[in-house]
């Protein structure tokens, strides 16, 4: 039973416009919400996060929105860059450890 | 620099056999972590550890085993009793400030031939 999930399995994006990355999730008693990013053959990095008693947090061209009535967090990078093509994870804290989506590849094009 | 660090990279193993897969961090975490990851099912948890000589099963602990004899270090035993082995494997850690979320090693590509 996926706990978080990113429907999306990829995502094609012009270089100077918005990446849009959306994740859904079902349990409502998670504390923490957080993004990392991943290339092939590395481990992933922390991006950004937000708390669930928050509906915005922002970091530079990165920005996260969480929806708790809806239970959908996303992920918003303005303006995408080439270097932003990765895979993307959105991932929930529960206790105490972190359940994560299945990801989303983002590629973004010149 | 502190962080994590799993070796060997890249592991090639037969059939049938055990293979430990390291992860020694130098952050002074006192959690650690083991996922895997496979295509189009993101990173699922084998096991964890909050404490120096205490774990517990994650989502798919069936065929692994490991053991936390030091804080700086929590090892991997893929056994042959694990079906299909071959995968992507990730070891992380974290202070008590979940808010950051965990720091990752840069993975272990297991390969059964």
């Known amino acids: 039973d996926q706990q978080v999930k990113q429907n999306s399995p990829s995502l094609s994006v012009q270089e100077g416009r918005i990446s849009i990355l959306n994740c859904d999730y079902t349990n409502s008693m998670f504390d923490y919400f957080l993004w990392y990013k991943k290339y092939p053959a590395e481990g992933p990095t922390f991006l950004i996060s937000?708390?669930?008693?928050?509906d915005k947090n922002e970091d530079g061209r990165f920005t996260v929105f969480l929806n708790k009535s809806a239970k959908h967090l996303s992920l918003h990078i303005v303006p995408s860059q080439p270097g932003d093509s990765a895979v993307y994870f959105c991932?929930?804290?529960?206790?105490?450890?972190?359940?994560f989506g299945t990801g989303t590849r983002l590629q973004v094009f010149p | 620099d502190g962080g994590i660090t799993q070796s060997p990279k890249y592991l090639f193993r037969k059939e049938g056999q055990n293979v430990t897969l390291s992860c020694e961090q130098n952050?002074?975490?006192?959690?650690m972590y083991w996922y895997r990851q496979d295509p189009g099912q993101g990173l699922r948890l084998i096991y964890y550890?909050?404490?120096?000589?205490?774990?517990q099963k994650g989502d798919i602990a069936e065929g692994y085993s490991v053991s936390r004899e030091k804080k700086e270090s929590f090892p991997l035993t893929v056994t042959s009793a694990q079906k299909n082995p071959t995968a992507f494997y990730l070891c992380?850690?974290?202070?008590?400030?979940?808010?950051?979320?965990?720091?990752f090693g840069s993975g272990t590509r297991l390969t059964v031939v």
């Open positions: 550890s909050q404490i120096v000589n205490d774990f």
């Open positions: 937000i708390s669930s008693i928050k």
């Open positions: 952050l002074n975490h006192d959690a």
């Open positions: 992380a850690s974290t202070s008590d400030r979940m808010f950051y979320g965990y720091t």
């Open positions: 991932a929930a804290t529960q206790t105490d450890k972190l359940i």
